[in-house]
């Protein structure tokens, strides 16, 4: 049953709120692996359904014991800023998303491996390109 409920304050048209109820959409999950070097995160990561690795730091040695089917993808690891040769890791990983985002793939789990080793090459390109 529909029922469209429009009420009237200083002579504006309002429609109810209750009409503009929704029911929720489902959302891909944002997870976040917290743990000591070597504890297993990116293992565990890489069993996530059809995974790709953004890599900061090498992160294929894991997975070479596992059977090749079973192993997740990798895009090449972000290089380190460089401003004479005009690297900037930024450039790389936003063409590396965009490729992802824009065109056809089975990927269903993105795997920033690590973090804090992105921060720390965001950091250095930074001051790699401070022109002070």
Known sequence: ????????????????YLSQVKKPTP?????????????????????FPNAIFFQAENATSVFETMPEHLQPAFFPQLPIANAKKNIKTSDVLFEQLRELMTQEHDFKTVVIDSITALNIMFEQEVVEFDEK
Do not use: D, E, W, Y
């Open 1 to 16: 049953m529909a029922l469209l409920i429009n009420t009237q304050s200083n002579g504006v048209t309002k429609m109810s």
């Open 27 to 47: 959302q891909a999950p944002v997870i976040t692996i917290v743990g000591f070097a070597g504890s297993g995160k990116s293992s565990l990561a890489g069993l």
